[in-house]
């Protein structure tokens, strides 16, 4: 039997809304697995129990057979929470998720209020559209990204994009981008519905194209949309363009009018600019410990080495606030954009970390992350897979303000990177459940402070951090079918930085 698990809001000041937080019970006819108050665990929310889930058969891209008798899929089974599908905002947590099952699949936002407790969930009429328009088969590329403007309030989303532009059948949907009006990212519970959105000619509240940017060809071909903040409330996007060994990440910036770019990081074709092999890269731009930066794994057209598919780790930062120029290495030297020769800002090589010299017996695709403090201590986490000898490294790459060299030490689990004042925390998921972690900012002596025990156990997540709370979106491990049930739990990181001292 379900349990059901949630947070008693008993009041509406700030002081009455933090007592609330520390009382767990359960709702429904489930038996409670809260048998005393948890410090760092403020509240567990259910989202939904039908998020699209592929149950089927994972197959080639050749494939073209629909299986009656499950969802096929072509890279991961679950779309959902997966990329940049969570966002908190004021006192609102955004999130995104496909609906389940194979037959609906449709594009959903959900709001939860953290002063009401009210969960708000408007559907969008897209459906995901599948591997390369087949939408039977499921592709995890294809994620929700939701993006809130400080400038107005505004909601993005950008959704379902693999390079749509190649599929005949989407020559006029190659862009899935709705975008809502000004303040509908505020209002009160009753309003938060699908008429917030700037609805399209054809009726499906999708637009072809972003205000101020005209640059259709390279529209065509995006792929991973993601949207983050500046300091100062201006909204960026950023998504990839072109293929994964031969390809550039790009960006954009929205102003609360219209958005400015594209601004290419890197070139495709890299090698015609020099560089001897063409690339691509996987990871992120952020605007973290107040830069607009770039990290990332890069994956090379170079087919006679050992690494499968990424290596490196490669950073640079810009000392523009809207990351048009002024980029430099992590030394401070000046780096011109768009980047062709990688070699200019690697700053470390996971490979080096395995025993296997062997071609293609190095994979790393998982588990990358950084993060920078205010302070300026830089902080990477990477995965590598030594296919050779079945091993499995997490490491933690990192250099201490003013220092000059990077140091690369072996860690114990994964996550996501969250640095606050002096302490760099790393968030994940071990044993099924969060589990937390801190060092000082600049070392790597993270100590657990925080192993969630109880409840149901989660085997995909994706977290934010706002205002000292942990707001982690989670996929619960177990589930029939084609429908997975999300959770969102929220967890006090003052109160566990307070009991590890």
């Not at 709705?178 to 499906?204: I, P």
Request: hydrophobic share 35%; charged share 20%.
């Amino acid at each position: 039997m379900k349990t059901k698990f949630n947070l008693l809001l008993i009041g509406l000041t700030r002081l009455q809304h933090l007592a609330a937080s520390l009382i767990l019970i359960t709702l429904g006819s489930g038996n409670s697995f809260a048998s005393k108050l948890d410090i760092a665990l403020l509240s567990q929310t259910q989202i939904t129990d039908s998020a699209m889930f592929f149950n089927g058969k994972r197959v080639t891209g050749k494939h073209t057979a629909n299986n009656p008798n499950g969802y096929d899929y072509i890279f991961g089974q679950a779309l959902s929470p997966h990329g940049d599908c969570i966002k908190v905002y004021q006192h609102f947590v955004f999130m995104t998720w496909y609906q389940g099952g194979k037959y609906n699949r449709h594009v959903m936002l959900s709001r939860l209020n953290t002063q009401t407790g009210v969960i708000k969930t408007i559907q969008f009429p897209h459906q995901h559209t599948g591997f390369k328009g087949k939408w039977w088969l499921g592709e995890t590329h294809n994620t929700i990204a939701v993006g809130i403007s400080a400038k107005n309030d505004t909601i993005h989303l950008l959704y379902d994009m693999h390079r749509n532009g190649r599929v005949e059948a989407f020559a006029n949907d190659y862009l899935r981008y709705s975008f809502s009006v000004a303040g509908a990212a505020t209002v009160a519970d009753k309003d938060f519905t699908l008429d917030l959105f700037v609805n399209s000619k054809a009726g499906h509240y999708k637009h072809l194209t972003f205000n101020g940017i005209d640059d259709v060809e390279t529209t065509k071909l995006l792929t991973y949309p993601a949207f983050f903040s500046a300091d100062n409330g201006d909204l960026f996007m950023k998504m990839r363009y072109g293929f994964s060994a031969n390809g550039k990440m790009l960006f954009a910036r929205y102003d609360g009018l219209q958005w400015h770019g594209y601004y290419d990081f890197n070139r495709v074709l890299a090698s015609e600019h020099g560089s001897k092999y063409n690339w691509g890269l996987y990871g992120d731009f952020k605007y973290t410990g107040g830069k607009f930066r770039v990290a990332f794994q890069r994956r090379s057209k170079n087919k006679s080495d050992k690494f499968l598919y990424q290596n490196g780790i490669y950073y640079a930062y810009s000392d523009d606030p809207t990351g048009a120029s002024q980029w430099k290495d992590a030394h401070g030297n000046n780096v011109d954009i768009p980047l062709a020769k990688s070699e200019l800002i690697k700053i470390a090589e996971p490979g080096d970390w395995v025993k296997t010299q062997k071609k293609d017996q190095v994979s790393i695709t998982h588990g990358f992350d950084f993060v920078v403090s205010a302070a300026g201590d830089e902080h990477f986490i990477s995965q590598i897979t030594d296919k050779e000898f079945n091993v499995v490294k997490h490491l933690h790459t990192y250099r201490k303000a003013g220092a000059k060299k990077f140091s690369t030490v072996e860690t114990d689990f994964g996550g996501q990177l969250h640095t606050a004042g002096n302490n760099v925390f790393l968030i994940g998921l071990k044993n099924g459940r969060v589990n937390i972690a801190k060092a000082q900012g600049g070392t790597s002596q993270f100590q657990v402070v925080y192993q969630h025990k109880q409840g149901p156990k989660f085997d995909k997540g994706v977290m934010t951090v706002a205002e000292g709370k942990v707001y982690y979106y989670l996929k619960q491990e177990t589930g029939t079918g084609d429908k997975r049930t999300l959770y969102l739990q929220v967890f006090d990181l003052t109160a566990l930085t307070n009991e590890a001292k």
